[in-house]
């Protein structure tokens, strides 16, 4: 791992374009790159100008060591603002140990107090900062991202990152103390839908979901070929949509899911309303 410590220009970036926009006004990323390693990771798709190959991601990190200071210089974007951290890296990966950015950026959060303000990681390092979330208790929500119910899949695809009891454990630990929690289901990757919903069900009612986008810069597309059955569009959008329903909206149902994909209704007019958009949360 390439580790670089950097000094930024700037920590708060705007919203203007994308999916973020017209639900936040900033991201805050104290990091660039991810220790993770996530082969789907959309973030090289916008390359920096140096790291510019997609093939690299996973193998550095940069280190924005004034993030705090940057903070409190642009202290009068943050009040009163909707911020999004982290949205192109992930603010917990295991760097924070050493360099306690993330936790240092909220304490200056907590002094110039925006009005909205999502956590979003998969790391069980951010209940080490659980004292100061809770300050923040009235503006904050935190997003987890479990992607899948399979200890093997999620080796698969996010090598580096923490194992999926560790994030139900997380998202646990956080619910017990009166956070605000959600799961990012983002992508999706292979699963068996009625456990993965048994597993989150009793600690969210609200998801993130999201496809596996930009396979261009998929840097194991021999997993998408291995898996390219579950991600058949037609099978996965409904996969999709059955967990956000039973999640979400509590639908139960006795046939589960694989029952339930013989039962489709074919005329047009209901394929069409199965095939509407997804997300569908006011994260």
Known sequence: ??????????????QMVGSLAGHYTYSLNPYAGCAFRCSYCYVPKFPSARH??????????EVKVNAPELIRKERALVFGSSIFFSSATDPYQYLELKYRLSRRCLKELIRYRPKKLTLHTRSHLILQDLELITQLRDVVQVGISITTD?????????????????????LKGLRAAGIEVYASIAPLLPCNPERFVQLLKPYVDKVWIGSMNYPEINNRKDLLSRHADFFEPSQYEEVQKWLYDEICRGRSRKSGFKRQQDERLTNDADIQARQLSLLLTNV
Request: charged residues 35%.
């Open 52 to 61: 510019s190959d997609y093939r690299d991601w996973g193998k550095w990190v």
């Open 150 to 170: 399979d200890e093997s899949v999620c080796r698969e695809f996010e090598p580096g990152a923490p194992a999926i009891a560790r994030r139900l454990e997380l």
């Open 1 to 14: 791992m390439d580790v670089t410590e950097i000094r930024a220009t700037s920590i708060l970036t705007p």
